[in-house]
């Protein structure tokens, strides 16, 4: 049995006020970099044996706490970078439906089937997402993938543990890790 966990990076200024960062470089405040450390600490003793990570800083940084803890190889994976938000991003949720009306809201009830003009569609942001869970999977026992709300929420969908329905209802505290038991399935 294989276990992978799934960290979300630790606290940005956006996601303290809930904006959406996509792809924008925010560094982690003071209160992030102690989150990272603590995920770090938490996965010590976890026998994590690779980490996989987004590039985008917020993620590289509490992922190279939780390798330096744990003594695991880091790989920085382009697939896990965050969800392209296009046009919505720098903006919060109300800021969003105000600018964006009816297609915004369209995309919070079927964010599968629905999406505004340069905005990444989550059909193609799950492709990625499960084709690095599963070499994360083949190439580790015990994976730690380091990411940002909307990617690793794919992630879990690849895990089995998130429904396309539940995609939004699903919500990852920050930089608390979560441990996925995995069979032979995957």
Known sequence: MKTAYVVRHGRTEFSA???YSGRTEVPLTGE???QAAQAAESLRLAAVDAVYTSP???ARVTAEAIAA???AALHVDQRLIEVDYGPIE???RSAAEERFGEAFRSWRERPFEAH???MEPLSEALARAGAVTHEALAGADRPALVGHQGILRLVLMALGQVERDDYFATRLAEAEPISVAV???L
């Open 32 to 34: 992030g970099r102690e």
């Open 56 to 58: 985008l800083e917020r």
């Open 69 to 71: 803890s744990t003594g």
């Open 90 to 92: 720098g903006l919060d």
């Open 183 to 185: 069979g032979e399935r």
């Open 17 to 19: 006020r809930g904006i």
């Open 116 to 118: 505004l003009p340069g």
